[in-house]
């Protein structure tokens, strides 16, 4: 049951593929499936008798089914959709931490997510061991992270602190770390995670200038949120998932519209 | 290097085998394997005066306790038995230490994984690169302990890298067999720490294998893979003795083997990782 054979995954061939030029992200049918057993099952013992009892049951569940989307360079992308919708799954998959078990996803350029922010600091490092830390992960060699070294310093206002480790850090000044660094790389594409929220409103504004910055430059931005109003701000396009279904895509007004429609008042 | 001017590109449907583009993946990303070996060995001991001291303090302490509780029982054949049995120690830490922390980091790292893309294997090898950074560490209490003892250092100390690489091939390779199986049960880490416990009193370190009745010995000899690693390296850095061909052969053999097994058994499976931690 551990190792999904290569059968399985549907080799999509298709002949006339579009390799648009201005496409930033291309998903082309894209399925995820999780399998998940009902009952969780822990230890190796118990495993191993259910086994021999024919007792291990495997559930399938689609996080996300027949998914076709082509995002172009430039654009600033909306995702929108209840909790469990597989708004997280299908930035997962952009980000290449899930591979699609049916379908093609093709993404051209450097990806840095904001999922969370500074989830990979470490509280007994120092600020500034973190930002090469964080740098590496996003695939920066140590060079070219101590040129961007004081520009993130910089952005975060926490030059009184580099020297100190994280966990004298208050939450607020961690996130602000997290989002220099995530954003200072300047990657081709961003994604952001429901994060606008972090940091005080000066920082915010802050946050929102930068990103700002980052489509004037031509990067590509995904952005998901329950905040109508930041989607409406920011994007170009949206999208509207739910159950690992495409709902609704276009128009941010038109797909926020049907979106609206679709809840339970 | 590969900052290249057009973007890199991420295509799902283009894979080529996979343990072959994992060990590209993990060249790629070698700046981040540096900052993970980095990252253990500092935070390690960050809180501590000693600091990184410690690391060759810890085998000097448990070699003494060693020395003091077992010298009578065991050392009576043994010339320089502290020497002995430091030897065999920094060997096995190092084994213990990397397939353990191996595991460890794949399944509590496992949230980075879920978050951003970076090469799975780099936890079993950063694990494997800061036991290594130990146990060269390690080395120098040893020559000193050597020295205090009376055990000649012969310039055949020089050939042990040749058994340092195959202990690192060994541990790679069992490291990643196990982070391989504590994705799934995570159980079999602490399964894992009790066998140590068991595979160290069943090889030769704090006694002689001369010490072990004719039969348990041609078993332990045979079927034991660290008895030949250890003894691989004891007999250029301890003994002072060049290893013979078949020594050599053997740990090789089993350090090869291990370490392929490994690698493409966690190579294949690794796509599914994400979806299992």
């Not at chain 1, 559930?59 to 929108?80: C, H, M, P, S, Y």
């Not at chain 1, 590509?220 to 690992?244: E, K, N």
């Not at chain 2, 090469?119 to 146990?135: C, D, E, K, M, Q």
Request: glycine share 8%; hydrophobic share 50%.
């Amino acid at each position: 049951m551990n190792s999904l054979t290569v059968s399985e995954e549907a080799v999509v061939e298709e002949p006339g593929f579009p390799e648009d030029q201005e496409s930033a992200i291309i998903l082309d049918n894209i399925g995820v499936r999780y399998r998940v057993s009902p009952e969780r099952i822990f230890t190796f013992k118990e495993y191993m008798i259910r086994r021999v009892q024919g007792k291990v049951r495997i559930q399938d569940f689609w996080a996300l089914k027949d998914f076709t989307l082509n995002i172009r360079r430039g654009e600033v992308f909306g995702i929108i959709g209840p909790n469990g919708a597989g708004k997280s799954t299908l930035l997962k998959i952009i980000a290449r931490v899930l591979k699609p078990t049916t379908g093609r996803v093709i993404v051209k350029g450097r990806v840095a997510p904001l999922l969370e922010f500074g989830a990979a600091f470490h509280p007994d490092l120092t600020g500034r061991e973190n930002i090469f830390l964080n740098g590496a992960l996003l695939g920066f060699s140590h060079q070219e992270m101590v040129e961007k070294f004081e520009g993130i310093v910089d952005f975060a206002e926490l030059w009184d602190f580099i020297d100190a480790p994280m966990r004298t850090y208050s939450s607020g000044m961690w996130a602000r770390l997290g989002f220099a660094v995530a954003t200072d790389v300047e990657p081709d594409i961003l994604i952001i995670d429901e994060i606008l929220s972090v940091g005080d409103e000066a920082f915010q504004r802050k946050s929102f200038a930068r990103i700002r910055a980052f489509y004037e430059r031509g990067a590509t931005i995904l952005l998901v949120s329950h905040t109508m109003d930041t989607i409406r701000a920011m994007c170009h396009q949206a999208v509207w998932l739910d159950h690992g279904v495409m709902k609704a895509v276009g128009e941010v007004e038109n797909v926020i519209m049907a979106y609206r429609k679709g809840q339970p008042e | 290097m590969d900052k290249t001017i057009q973007p890199q590109i991420y295509d799902s449907s283009e894979r080529g085998t996979p343990p072959v583009e994992e060990l590209r993946a993990i060249l790629k990303y070698r700046h981040l394997l540096t900052q993970f070996v980095r990252r253990d060995i500092l935070t390690r001991y960050k809180r501590s005066v000693l600091g990184v001291a410690w690391t060759m303090l810890n085998p000097l302490g448990t070699m003494l306790i060693l020395t003091i509780v077992f010298s009578r029982a065991f050392g009576g054949s043994q010339p320089g038995y502290a020497a002995y049995v430091l030897s065999g120690l920094i060997a096995w830490n190092f084994f213990a230490q990397s397939t353990n922390a191996a595991s460890l980091h794949l399944v509590w790292g496992g949230s980075l994984i879920k978050k951003i893309y970076i090469p799975r294997t780099i936890f079993a090898v950063s694990a494997t690169g800061t036991g290594l950074v130990n146990l060269l560490l390690s080395l120098v209490p040893l020559l000193i302990v050597m020295l205090i003892v009376h055990v000649p250092i012969r310039p055949t100390v020089l050939l042990v890298p040749i058994p340092i690489l195959f202990l690192v091939m060994f541990s790679l390779g069992l490291g990643l067999l196990i982070s391989t199986i504590a994705v799934y049960f995570t159980d079999v880490v602490e399964m894992y720490s009790i066998v140590l416990m068991a595979w160290m009193y069943l090889t030769p370190i704090i006694y002689s294998e001369e010490i072990l009745p004719e039969m348990y010995r041609l078993w332990i000899v045979r079927l034991n893979p660290m008895y030949h690693l250890i003894e691989l390296f004891r007999a250029p850095m301890y003994e002072g003795r060049v290893p013979t061909l078949s020594e050599f052969l053997i740990s090789g053999a089993i350090a090869l083997v291990t370490l392929l097994a490994g690698w493409l058994v966690f190579t294949e499976n690794a796509d599914e990782f994400a979806y299992r931690i």
